[in-house]
């Protein structure tokens, strides 16, 4: 059974930095593709970034550029962002995704994890 | 930035036929995917590849794709499909992944 556990979670100032983790079970985690999603408070769903299986190319949304690093440890089946200069807009549960297919570009989400809550605020 | 546009609610009543719609310059030449979202649970994948559906899900679910626009319809809607549902695809480079806005499905 493919599970994804987030971790790391919490309050954070704004300014702050955050390294959120993702442990991996289940399935051979350096075939695929991984992303982070989020949602803020009673919003939709963003797609934040992802990373492909051997950690060659990693893409961002716009809004997190230069802020947020995604990145990964085949060996600990893990999956990680790295959060900084964090804002009030950044509050959103963060998601952990699995991609559907073991293809060299990224596809869908096919398996989430259950999220942490990431909350920004003084 | 893309962008993906869906209806911000759609409401039917139990054993209609509930169609959402998702549009985007992009989807001609991109597949579009489905998500239901259920109050504090994670997203679950309903359609991919326009009109795949994964095992598990029931074939009152079906998806289709035309030019600009792609479909999700409820064929016999039922009062446990009531959730937000999302399409979901990337954009003509194929490295952003964007999100529609989210329709609010209500059956009553």
């Not at chain 1, 997190?64 to 509050?91: H, P």
């Not at chain 1, 998601?95 to 994890?113: E, I």
């Not at chain 2, 209806?7 to 209609?16: A, C, K, L, M, Y």
């Amino acid at each position: 059974e493919v599970q994804l556990v987030e971790s790391g979670g919490g309050l954070v100032q704004p300014g702050g930095s955050l390294r959120l983790s993702c442990t991996a079970s289940g399935f051979t985690f350096s075939s695929y593709w991984m992303s982070w999603v989020r949602q803020a408070p009673g919003k939709g769903l963003e797609w934040v970034a992802n990373i492909k299986q051997d950690g060659s190319e990693k893409y961002y949304v716009d809004s997190v550029k230069g802020r947020f690093t995604i990145s990964r440890d085949n060996a600990k089946n893990s999956l990680y962002l790295q959060m900084n200069s964090l804002r009030a807009e950044d509050t959103a549960v963060y998601y952990c995704a699995r991609d559907g297919q073991q293809w060299l570009v990224p596809t869908y989400f096919q398996h989430w994890g259950q999220g942490t809550l990431i909350t920004v605020s003084s | 930035s893309y962008e993906l546009t869906q209806p911000p609610s759609v409401s039917v009543s139990p054993g209609q036929t509930a169609r959402i719609t998702c549009s985007g310059d992009a989807l001609p030449k991109k597949y579009a995917y489905w998500y239901q979202q259920k109050s504090g649970q994670a997203p679950v994948l309903v359609i991919y590849e326009d009109s795949k559906r994964p095992s598990g899900i029931p074939e009152r679910f079906s998806g289709s794709s035309s030019g600009t626009m792609a479909t999700l319809t409820i064929s016999g809607a039922q009062v446990e499909d009531e959730a937000d549902y999302y399409c979901y695809s990337r954009d003509s480079s194929g490295n952003q992944g964007v999100f529609g806005g989210g329709t609010k499905l209500t059956v009553l």
